[in-house]
């Protein structure tokens, strides 16, 4: 059956997204300094099983922003002198979170202390 | 009164739209193992029949233990095995969106131990879901797996906005803002179609991506939002002209 889709607000035979679980936790990274070329690794996980689910994670740098930024896998932000990465995976049914801070520039630099905040939802897909 | 006014209180209401699921996918493709070299990497690729003639949104997950466990496309698994040396680029898989197929590729690189590569094949498992774009033409819906596609029973993420924008990036930096004025920070999804920035960069600037895919790759991108705006920062300042493509974003409400 062809459905013209363009003209449905709503169809009985095509289902959404269902919202399944979700997580909401954070971490510190404490304020430390990073040589000429040092990277700094912060690792954190939680319990969320995406068992025949999709996600969508959003992170945060609280003390360095108050935005939430999309994250699908990986985030790398420049903030001039140092980056930070931060990687979202699943494993053995944990959401782990790993952040790195690497410095970008010529000299040493200290990165002040701030908070990775993690909102993680699941949606099942009828896979 | 509107339902819309009252969307917390609401689980499922024929007048707010929802994502429509046209179908999923799964199966599986195997990836040589990489050379020993330093950063050695290979790509495999399967084109998917979708028998949907236009492009889709889409989410995948995929596998490389055989089904146990599951990642989101576009996240590496990271390999801390070799310590102090920590892998981050290791398997991922990501997709494109076109016109009757999606193009699914996999990344399997080698793994830096301390003292040399080591390096093996995999099989990657995936599961994708295709639900449909802005402006989707007539389709005839795929099969899903499992038998029920739809339940009133469900909590279906309610569509609020349902953004398509044409743009065009001069050299420099650029921020354009998606207002949503929702008081809180919404759950999103993006993405990005006939991206020209895709052409100098290994990837196809005919198809659709997830915008997370440009994100994980390159510090010059950025997709924020707090409780009024989703925000798009764009830095062109070493491109040597515009940058084209159209950005989907769908904002959902929070119940």
């Known amino acids: 059956m062809t459905l013209k889709i363009g003209n449905l607000q709503f169809a009985g035979s095509l289902g959404g997204l269902a919202n399944y679980d979700s997580v909401s936790f954070n971490f510190t990274v404490t304020s430390h300094t990073l040589a000429v070329g040092e990277v700094h690794e912060w ?85 | 009164m509107s339902v819309r006014d009252h969307v917390k209180d609401v689980a499922f209401a024929a007048s707010i739209p929802t994502d429509m699921i046209l179908g999923t996918f799964t199966g599986s493709l195997n990836v040589a193992a990489p050379g020993t070299v330093a950063t050695a990497k290979v790509t495999g690729s399967v084109s ?7 492009k ?24 801390n095995t070799y310590l102090p040396n920590v892998a981050l680029q290791t398997q991922m898989m990501y997709g ?14 080698n793994i830096y131990t301390g003292s040399g590569f080591v390096a093996a094949a995999y099989t990657f498992q995936y599961k994708v879901v295709l639900f449909r774009i802005k402006g989707q033409g007539d389709v005839i819906s795929q099969p899903v797996g ?28 650029t921020t354009a803002v998606l207002a949503h004025n929702l008081g809180y920070v919404p759950k999103i999804r993006s993405y990005v179609d006939n991206f020209s920035f895709a052409a100098g960069s290994g990837g196809d600037s005919t198809a659709l991506y997830d915008f997370g895919y440009w994100l994980s790759l390159y510090n010059i991108f950025q997709l924020y939002i707090d409780e009024t705006n989703v925000y798009y920062y764009i830095d062109n300042s070493l491109g040597g002209s515009n940058l084209t493509g159209t950005l989907y974003t769908r904002v959902y409400f929070d119940s």
Do not use: M
């Open chain 2, 96 to 109: 494109t969106s076109l016109a009757g197929r999606l193009v699914l590729y996999a990344d399997n690189w």
């Open chain 1, 43 to 127: 690792r954190s996980n939680w319990v969320l099983d995406n068992t025949d689910a999709i996600s969508t994670i959003q992170i945060s740098y609280a003390e360095l922003e108050t935005v939430y930024r999309y994250c699908s896998g990986a985030l790398v932000l420049n903030l001039g002198t140092y980056e930070i990465e931060t990687l979202t995976y699943y494993k053995d049914d944990l959401l782990h979170i790993d952040t790195f801070t690497v410095n970008e520039s010529g000299g040493s630099v200290t990165v002040p202390e701030f908070i990775v905040n993690v909102r993680a939802f699941l949606y099942n897909a009828p896979f």
């Open chain 2, 146 to 173: 499992q038998r029920l596609n739809f339940s009133a029973r469900y909590n279906y993420q309610k569509i609020y906005i349902d953004s398509k924008f044409d743009f065009n990036f001069a050299i420099g930096t």
């Open chain 2, 56 to 79: 889709t949104l889409f989410q995948g997950i995929f596998s490389i233990d055989g089904g146990v466990t599951w990642t989101d496309f576009n996240s590496n698994l990271v390999n």
């Open chain 2, 48 to 54: 998917v029949p979708t028998a949907i003639p236009e």
